[in-house]
């Protein structure tokens, strides 16, 4: 059974940082592109970066570009979110979610999601 | 970037009814080499992370009922449910992958009439 279980979530001050980790388990992690996809409170979804299977490829949503930053450790099946110089803006919570394409093409739906971790982002 | 653009934002329809809805993007999303739609659609419930219902705009995901359904190619894109029953009260949403930023529509939000 495939599982994502986000942490690092909380209550950080304008400007300041967050890493968010997400924990995988029950299928092939270095197989798969891996994304992270947020959603403001009463708003709707908005992706924010996506990382190939092999790590090698990272993209990013022009909103956090330069400020955030995706990786992952495939030996430890863990998805990561550096997030920095946060502004009010990025208060959301975050899902990390599997892309669908075996072989880790970025380019594909996301399948399975994580509960996803609350971010607030306020002085 | 390619803008999603969904319709209508909400609809009630009665249980056992269709209900229908539309996903333009402001760009095609049809690659010619593999002649893949990048199309998804998506199902949110209060409370709940979204679920993969349709993608490649026709494909149905593993588990999902038949009754949902995806169609439509290029620009324009229909989600289909063909008899509507109490759990599908959710928010509806299309994306695209076929370029960055992926982008999601704004989403369609469906209840019993």
């Known amino acids: 059974e495939v599982q994502l279980v986000e942490s690092g979530g909380g209550l950080v001050q304008p400007g300041g940082s967050l890493r968010l980790s997400c924990a995988a388990s029950g299928f092939t992690f270095s197989n798969y592109a891996m994304s992270w996809v947020r959603q403001a409170p009463g708003k709707g979804l908005e992706w924010v970066s996506t990382?190939?299977?092999?790590?090698?490829?990272?993209i990013y949503a022009d909103s956090v570009k330069g400020r955030f930053t995706i990786s992952r450790d495939n030996s430890k099946n863990t998805l990561y979110l550096q997030m920095n110089s946060l502004r009010a803006e990025d208060t959301a919570v975050y899902y990390c979610?599997?892309?669908?394409?075996?072989?880790?093409?970025?380019?594909?739906?996301?399948?399975?999601w994580g509960q996803g971790t609350l971010v607030t982002v306020s002085s | 970037d390619i803008v999603m653009t969904q319709s209508p934002d909400s609809l009630a329809v009665s249980l056992g009814e269709r209900a229908t809805i539309n996903c333009k993007s402001s760009?095609?999303?049809?690659?010619?080499?593999?002649?893949?739609?990048?199309l998804a659609w998506y199902q949110q419930k209060p409370g709940q992370p979204p679920k993969l219902l349709i993608y490649?705009?026709?494909t149905r995901e593993s588990g999902v009922p038949a009754r949902f359904s995806g169609s439509g190619s290029g620009t324009d894109f229909t989600l289909t449910i063909s008899s509507l029953q109490a759990e599908d009260v959710a928010v509806y949403y299309c994306?695209?992958?076929?370029?960055?930023?992926?982008?999601f529509g704004p989403g369609t939000k469906v209840d019993i009439k």
């Open positions: 490649w705009a026709s």
């Open positions: 979610a599997k892309n669908t394409a075996l072989g880790g093409s970025c380019y594909s739906a996301q399948d399975y």
């Open positions: 990382i190939s299977g092999s790590g090698e490829r990272t």
């Open positions: 760009q095609s999303v049809l690659y010619s080499s593999n002649n893949k739609n990048y």
């Open positions: 994306q695209q992958y076929y370029d960055t930023p992926f982008t």
